[in-house]
């Protein structure tokens, strides 16, 4: 069997078998378990498990460099198949189970699986799109359930194991582990391929308390997606270093304090959505959630007020933010006892940065705001099957183009401003939607908010918000509108407006659907 050093890694810490309390709800049409079950399963277990994928899907002739997919919410199982492709040397595709048919076959298509192992929450949406995606040969359903007319996983696993055999001497760093879906903020998803390399790179940045290592004493609440490469990491990382996890399969407001205050929640990794929750929402006062020591933030820029907000609230001791991305994995974080309010940390050891002016493309000192490159081991080796946008987004220097905007201070530590394409364009100002929405964000009767920009004949575009108000108060949008205007320049005032809504489209990782709200404001005009 082939063995990446992923694998090899994950091993050797998986065979103490280390609790991992899993909060479950029924997903199936016919449920056969309670609404929450704290079911549980060791990661000895796991590891069992993993070898006994591994060994069917080779007895299925699955080899190094074929693929497999994985469609799930967060789940107990859902790193059988992972683990198991790691051990085969086949690259596991993972995809949200949020996904509509259109958008899972076009996941699909990218890497072609032959292989797909699903929950059964997204049987429906595999059946709608099973016809046109031929080259899936297999689908497996987690569970034992048979009324589908798939493989449920129990039937799968009775293959037996396979003898386990060490690293394989001739792997190559740049086989690739994982293709990981990326936002799809910008139009549909491509396939980011993960390597080997990139993969153990991230696993080793942790191994340094002083950066980020895990607390093997924590209790961890996963709530953040595992498909994507935030709640990936931190997953592996726990199996790694022996943390106790509670898996929740999507998050739900009562649920994840519930489970914080049952299970003694030390440790949260989080999205700023949910940092905005714990901050403004009544229901968090209903609950002890005096176990928090620290969190994590990622996936989108957590707000300096939205940061004090929570310590003050909980009282937790460490509130971190990093930055990074799909193609990207970690590249900054903040290191332990050394935060800066409003910083996304210092760069990753091993790690490169430059900053490009945004009109000249000269490089930038610090201070200055610009494009974000970045160059180092753990950045993706390109797009599966997309060698034109790969081209677009390396330089001749190796280095990753962002499209973020940020800067950084003479301490090194980074900042960041927003996406250069999320850049509202008013006349010869830029204007960056994220500080305006930090702003909106304060006000005490906003829920949650966003901006964009919308077409203006005369000024290029105006800033507009879209807001969500809290329940059972009442805001104007000239309150609104006077509110942000005594906090900013000229140039940043809402001149496009507010409009009120119920919520505000979001990815499962938290980022902003801004397309869907520019889509909304034309089909208003």
């Not at 049409?29 to 590891?47: M, Q, R």
């Not at 919410?73 to 595709?93: I, K, M, W």
């Not at 991305?325 to 309010?341: C, F, N, Q, V, W």
């Not at 081991?377 to 220097?397: H, L, N, P, R, V």
Request: glycine content about 8%; some cysteine.
């Amino acid at each position: 069997m082939y063995l990446c050093p992923v694998a090899a890694e994950i091993y050797v810490r998986l065979k103490g078998g280390i609790n991992v309390k899993g909060i479950s709800r029924a997903v199936s049409p016919k449920p056969k378990i309670n609404a929450v079950t704290g079911e549980s399963v060791t990661f000895s277990e796991v590891l069992k498990k993993s070898l006994s994928v591994a060994a069917n899907l080779r007895r299925r002739g699955l080899w190094p460099r074929d693929r497999l997919a994985v469609m799930s919410e967060n789940h107990l199982d859902f790193f059988l198949p992972v683990l198991g492709s790691y051990f085969l040397g086949v690259a596991c595709a993972t995809i949200s189970p949020a996904y509509t048919p259109r958008e899972l076959l076009h996941a699909l298509n990218i890497t072609q699986p032959p292989v797909l192992f699903c929950s059964p929450a997204c049987v429906p949406t595999v059946k709608k799109v099973a016809k046109q995606a031929t080259f899936v040969k297999l689908i497996v359903v987690f569970g034992e359930d048979t009324s589908h007319g798939y493989v449920p996983l129990s039937t799968f696993l009775n293959g037996g194991d396979i003898p386990f055999t060490a690293s394989n001497p001739n792997h190559e760093a740049e086989y690739i582990t994982n293709v990981l879906c990326t936002s799809g903020t910008t139009g549909l998803p491509k396939g980011a391929s993960i390597t080997d390399r990139n993969l153990f790179t991230n696993l080793l940045f942790f191994n340094d308390r002083g950066f980020g290592k895990l607390d093997p004493d924590h209790v961890m609440l996963g709530v953040v997606p595992y498909v994507h490469v935030f709640g990936l990491i931190l997953q592996l990382q726990c199996f790694s270093h022996g943390l106790t996890v509670v898996v929740m399969p999507r998050f739900q407001e009562k649920l994840f304090l519930e489970s914080i205050q049952r299970y003694k929640v030390s440790f949260l990794s989080l999205v700023p959505t949910l940092m905005v929750f714990l901050a403004k929402s009544p229901l968090v006062d209903q609950y002890d959630l005096s176990s928090l020591k620290e969190i994590w933030c990622g996936a989108a820029p957590l707000s300096p007020d939205m940061q004090a907000r929570v310590t003050a609230r909980l009282g937790v001791k460490h509130i971190q933010q990093g930055y990074g991305s799909t193609e990207l994995m970690t590249a900054l974080h903040i290191p332990l006892g050394r935060d800066k309010p409003g910083s996304a940390g210092v760069l990753a050891p091993g790690t490169h940065c430059k900053i490009l002016d945004l009109v000249t493309g000269k490089t930038l000192g610090p201070n200055k705001e610009g494009e974000l490159c970045f160059k180092g081991a753990q950045i993706m080796k390109g797009y599966y099957g997309d060698s034109k946008s790969t081209s677009e987004c390396f330089d001749e220097e190796g280095y990753f183009h962002t499209g973020d905007v940020g800067y950084y201070d003479t301490d090194g530590y980074f900042f960041i401003v927003d996406r250069i394409k999320e850049l509202i364009k008013y006349k010869a100002f830029q204007v960056a939607p994220a500080e305006l929405e930090a702003i909106l964000l304060k006000h005490p009767s906003i829920e949650d908010a966003a901006v964009v920009g919308v077409p203006d004949e005369v000024s290029g575009e105006l800033p507009k918000a879209f807001v969500v108000k809290k329940q059972g108060v009442d805001v104007t949008e000239e309150e609104i509108v006077k509110f942000v205007e005594g906090q900013v320049s000229p140039h940043k005032k809402l001149r496009g407006g507010v409009t009120f809504v119920d919520s505000i489209p979001k990815t499962s990782s938290g980022k902003i659907l801004r397309r869907e709200l520019r889509s909304f404001s034309k089909s208003k005009l």
